[in-house]
């Protein structure tokens, strides 16, 4: 900055405070203080759809080809139950843009819209193993606690029924995900 200010045959003195501003920067502020709550329903009334996405980007730009290839990918599912998996590097949008599809197609999902940070490039963090993240998700579907074990693991032969009903016992068993249908 002060090699700026003598090019441009300036004094730098009075650049000082906004200098150290931007020399400390704010930590960012907690995840939970990110998200709305919404005020509780009146007693007696049907309780809200759960929703739990992160908000939505309003700038959103650059990646209308792969946000309509995912669009085309759920809304092409027979049956409404089809898997799709966004992969790539670290930092390139794949969070940004499951989100953003998320939030255009809340309105064909409306018993309730689930999100869960995997954290699979999170900093100091390891990534969320597929027993927690199951286990939030059932537990945001106000699945009774006793209902969802707690020991061991949900494996994919937790549940005969519910593996054949949907996917999510054999997904999070392996890091490709499978689309439903019949165990193999």
Same mark, same amino acid.
């Given at each position: ?5 003598? !090019? ?9 405070? !906004? ?7 704010? +930590? ?5 203080? /990110?998200? =709305?709550?919404?005020?509780? +329903? ?9 929703? *739990? ?9 650059? /990646? ?9 990918? =759920?809304? @092409? @599912?027979?049956?409404?139950? /089809? =898997?799709?998996?966004? *992969? $790539? ?14 939030? /255009? ?18 900093? $100091? ?5 597929? *027993?927690?993240?199951?286990?939030? !998700?059932?537990?945001?579907?106000? =699945? ?7 020991? $061991? $693991?949900?494996?994919?032969?937790? *549940? ?25």
């Amino acid at each position: 900055m002060i090699a700026l200010c003598r !090019l441009l045959k300036r004094d730098p003195r009075p650049l000082r405070p !906004l200098w150290e501003r931007a020399s400390n920067p704010l +930590p960012a502020p907690p995840k939970t203080s /990110r998200q =709305v709550q919404a005020p509780s +329903p009146p007693a007696g009334a049907p309780r809200p759809p759960r929703n *739990d996405l992160p908000r939505d980007v309003p700038d959103f730009t650059g /990646r209308e080809a792969k946000l309509a290839a995912v669009l085309a990918a =759920v809304l @092409a @599912a027979v049956d409404g139950s /089809r =898997v799709v998996a966004v *992969d $790539g590097m670290a930092g390139v949008g794949k969070t940004c843009l499951a989100v953003h599809a998320a939030h /255009r197609l809340a309105a064909a999902y409306p018993d309730a819209q689930l999100y869960v940070d995997l954290h699979g490039f999170t900093a $100091g963090r390891e990534p969320l193993d597929p *027993d927690p993240a199951l286990r939030t !998700l059932l537990a945001a579907l106000d =699945v009774p606690s006793e209902k969802i074990p707690q020991e $061991g $693991g949900i494996e994919p032969g937790w *549940d005969t029924a519910r593996r054949r009903r949907g996917w999510p016992a054999r997904c999070w068993t392996s890091r490709t995900p499978t689309p439903p249908g019949p165990p193999r």
